[in-house]
């Protein structure tokens, strides 16, 4: 007999119970099927179902069996607003996104300073955290910008106290009529926080990936093509032959090259993650929650060693000889005083003074002997490097 209609968007109402007439009140009391939410619009309709009946025909009537006419009526709705409480939380890097239950949306006046939240990491040996700002969403969130990023893997909690008394706006979390939202501590907080590659060094044939805030990584099931490395112009092409296991200790990540980088090579290297958001085992680099590397590019800090310049042959015309040197580097080409540790002997192993000593551009150094070698005339050449480390001007 009752009919209750709701606002658009509303779930469907119904009448589940009718309870006895309070004769002190004046009140006929109704159990709906679900509760009215707090600034809901509901309006009822009764229907006599049998007008002018006799006595129990199933219609509201008095002791006169007077029918209640039909009717229908725009409800007040008294249903408390429900204050903003703690929902959940998650975290992704210094971004801390807490998720809040209420019948109003929030107050977005923007908020001075930190209004009563605190977050703590309960991992050992991790850095203190403080909330740098806070931001309030349209959609009953607030975001805490944090004073570092929270590491892959850490855990961290978070809390809130209301200020005292009726927070003005701006000043406190509270919905848009005023209602400051409940107190809550240490909350746990779904850290989202994805493993990251932090940096990349080469010596050789040895590549080196750092995961600084990286808690583990899984490298089962990842191709070698999941990784790209780009050189310089000029140089041979490069690829990935082979990828090490995770060291959790040193946060790094080894993988062997299909040949070693020379030293001054420009590298960058680019992983893709070949299914993002996928499960485990995907043959992703994934953390142990499952949570992928996304994908990067990150140029190479190249610390191959430079090759000393080393002896690769020598040829003498007259009273020039010339020593050819293989070298990372060019050689230094300051002017050279005396023999410069040069020895050059001729036949009988005879010894010929090394009058000057000249380096040239293209990696040779010229030494003008004393006499000129004769044709068919058997030489060799010897360089002692002085101990330490000579300065420029000698070789």
Same mark, same amino acid.
């Given at each position: 007999?009752?009919? &209750?209609?709701?606002?658009?968007?509303?779930?469907?109402?119904?009448?589940?119970?009718?309870?006895?007439?309070?004769?002190?009140? *004046?009140?006929?009391?109704?159990?709906?099927?679900?509760?009215?939410?707090?600034?809901?619009?509901?309006?009822?309709? %009764?229907?006599?179902?049998?007008?002018?009946?006799?006595?129990?025909?199933?219609?509201?009537?008095?002791?006169?069996?007077?029918?209640?006419?039909?009717?229908?009526?725009?409800?007040?709705?008294?249903?408390?607003?429900?204050?903003? =409480?703690?929902?959940?939380?998650?975290?992704?890097?210094?971004?801390?996104?807490?998720?809040?239950?209420?019948?109003?949306?929030?107050?977005?006046?923007?908020?001075?300073?930190?209004?009563?939240?605190?977050?703590?990491?309960?991992? =050992?040996?991790?850095?203190?955290?403080?909330?740098?700002?806070?931001?309030?969403?349209?959609?009953?969130?607030?975001?805490?910008? &944090?004073?570092?990023?929270? =590491?892959?893997?850490?855990?961290?909690?978070?809390? %809130?106290?209301?200020?005292?008394?009726?927070?003005?706006?701006?000043?406190?979390?509270?919905?848009?009529?005023?209602?400051?939202?409940?107190?809550?501590?240490?909350?746990?907080?779904?850290?989202?926080?994805?493993?990251?590659?932090?940096?990349?060094?080469?010596?050789?044939?040895?590549?080196?990936?750092?995961?600084?805030?990286?808690?583990?990584?899984?490298?089962?099931?990842?191709?070698?093509?999941?990784?790209?490395?780009?050189?310089?112009?000029?140089?041979?092409?490069?690829?990935?032959?082979?990828?090490?296991?995770?060291?959790?200790?040193?946060?790094?990540?080894?993988?062997?090259?299909?040949?070693?980088?020379?030293?001054?090579?420009?590298?960058?290297?680019? %992983?893709?993650?070949?299914?993002?958001?996928?499960?485990?085992?995907?043959?992703?680099?994934?953390?142990?929650?499952?949570?992928?590397?996304?994908?990067?590019? *990150?140029?190479?800090?190249?610390?191959?060693?430079?090759?000393?310049?080393?002896?690769?042959?020598?040829?003498?015309?007259?009273?020039?000889?010339?020593?050819?040197?293989?070298?990372?580097?060019?050689?230094?080409?300051?002017?050279?005083?005396?023999? =410069?540790?040069?020895?050059?002997?001729?036949?009988?192993?005879?010894?010929?003074?090394?009058?000057?000593?000249?380096?040239?551009?293209?990696?040779?150094?010229?030494?003008?002997?004393?006499?000129?070698?004769?044709?068919?005339?058997?030489?060799?050449?010897?360089?002692?490097?002085?101990?330490?480390?000579?300065?420029?001007?000698?070789?």
């Amino acid at each position: 007999a009752f009919e &209750l209609v709701v606002g658009s968007g509303s779930q469907p109402l119904s009448v589940t119970a009718i309870g006895a007439f309070n004769a002190t009140d *004046k009140t006929l009391t109704l159990t709906l099927s679900r509760a009215v939410t707090p600034g809901e619009t509901v309006s009822i309709r %009764y229907t006599d179902p049998n007008p002018d009946s006799n006595e129990g025909s199933g219609a509201l009537e008095d002791s006169a069996s007077r029918d209640v006419p039909t009717f229908v009526k725009e409800v007040t709705n008294n249903t408390p607003a429900t204050p903003p =409480a703690f929902s959940r939380a998650e975290v992704n890097g210094n971004q801390l996104v807490v998720a809040f239950t209420a019948s109003n949306d929030l107050d977005l006046a923007a908020i001075t300073g930190n209004p009563g939240f605190a977050v703590a990491s309960t991992t =050992a040996g991790s850095a203190a955290i403080t909330v740098s700002s806070v931001r309030v969403n349209a959609d009953k969130t607030v975001t805490l910008t &944090l004073s570092r990023a929270v =590491a892959n893997g850490e855990t961290v909690t978070v809390s %809130y106290t209301d200020a005292a008394g009726d927070g003005a706006s701006g000043s406190v979390i509270q919905d848009s009529v005023g209602t400051d939202a409940s107190s809550f501590q240490n909350q746990a907080v779904t850290n989202n926080t994805p493993p990251v590659c932090t940096g990349a060094t080469v010596s050789g044939n040895q590549l080196v990936l750092r995961f600084d805030l990286a808690g583990n990584l899984v490298t089962t099931g990842v191709p070698n093509s999941a990784f790209e490395l780009v050189v310089g112009s000029g140089s041979q092409p490069l690829s990935v032959t082979a990828i090490g296991a995770f060291n959790a200790t040193d946060k790094t990540l080894t993988l062997t090259l299909s040949r070693a980088v020379t030293p001054g090579e420009t590298v960058s290297i680019r %992983y893709t993650d070949p299914n993002p958001d996928s499960n485990e085992g995907s043959g992703a680099l994934e953390d142990s929650a499952s949570r992928d590397v996304p994908t990067f590019v *990150k140029e190479v800090t190249n610390n191959t060693p430079a090759t000393p310049p080393a002896f690769s042959r020598a040829e003498v015309n007259g009273n020039q000889l010339v020593v050819v040197f293989t070298a990372s580097n060019d050689l230094d080409l300051a002017a050279l005083t005396g023999s =410069a540790g040069f020895v050059v002997t001729g036949a009988n192993n005879s010894s010929i003074t090394v009058s000057s000593v000249r380096v040239n551009a293209d990696k040779t150094v010229t030494l003008t002997l004393a006499r000129a070698v004769n044709n068919g005339e058997t030489v060799k050449v010897s360089y002692t490097d002085a101990a330490g480390d000579g300065a420029s001007g000698s070789v």
